[in-house]
């Protein structure tokens, strides 16, 4: 083989491998940059969730606040919040169904409550589910989320104030028996 063939033949593979390293640092940059993005959308927490007294009471003010800690604004937000019995041997005894109505920007304490609960002087205790789903301003992109609680209930006319968060175990149990109910609300981490 001529010297000058030789060279032809390692200078075009030698391209080929820069246009495929080329490519390849695109693309990852391209993904970085949309994993970035997704790491930037709205995502929330909640805090403070509880069975609040009020004065005069009862009626209670069933509590909670959700807060944006992602980057970018949600809208659209939409919630249910149900209450089942702890032994699952039923249908929900409460359920709420809730909107948000402004856009919720990131950082901002958003509370939701409902001032008409009436509670008897017993209550046995029980699992509380909340599910949001929301648009995510910027990505234009919808998203859900599932909060599981449980509630130690009423004894002897006390009611327990907070909600508290429930093991793995019993989420997986939660889960299977309000499918149903909270399916909009379940992400595939969830199901």
Request: proline letters at 6%; a negative charge.
């Amino acid at each position: 083989m001529e010297p000058k063939v030789v060279w032809t033949a390692v200078s075009a593979i030698a391209g080929a491998i820069s246009a495929v390293a080329a490519l390849f640092t695109v693309w990852n940059a391209r993904k970085s940059a949309e994993e970035e993005r997704k790491n930037k959308r709205a995502f929330f927490t909640i805090s403070e969730p509880g069975i609040k007294p009020l004065p005069d009471s009862p009626p209670f003010r069933v509590q909670i606040t959700l807060e944006n800690t992602g980057v970018y604004s949600a809208t659209d937000v939409k919630g249910k919040l149900l209450f089942v019995e702890s032994d699952l041997s039923d249908d929900p005894d409460y359920s709420f169904d809730f909107s948000i109505g402004n856009v919720v920007d990131s950082n901002t304490p958003t509370p939701w409550y409902n001032d008409g609960l009436h509670l008897p002087n017993e209550v046995s205790p029980h699992f509380v589910v909340l599910g949001i789903r929301y648009l995510d301003v910027r990505l234009k992109e919808e998203f859900s989320q599932c909060f599981f609680m449980k509630w130690s209930g009423v004894n002897n006319g006390t009611t327990h104030p907070d909600f508290v968060h429930v093991s793995i175990e019993e989420k997986e149990m939660v889960t299977e028996h309000l499918r149903d109910e909270i399916s909009l609300y379940l992400n595939e981490d969830d199901t």
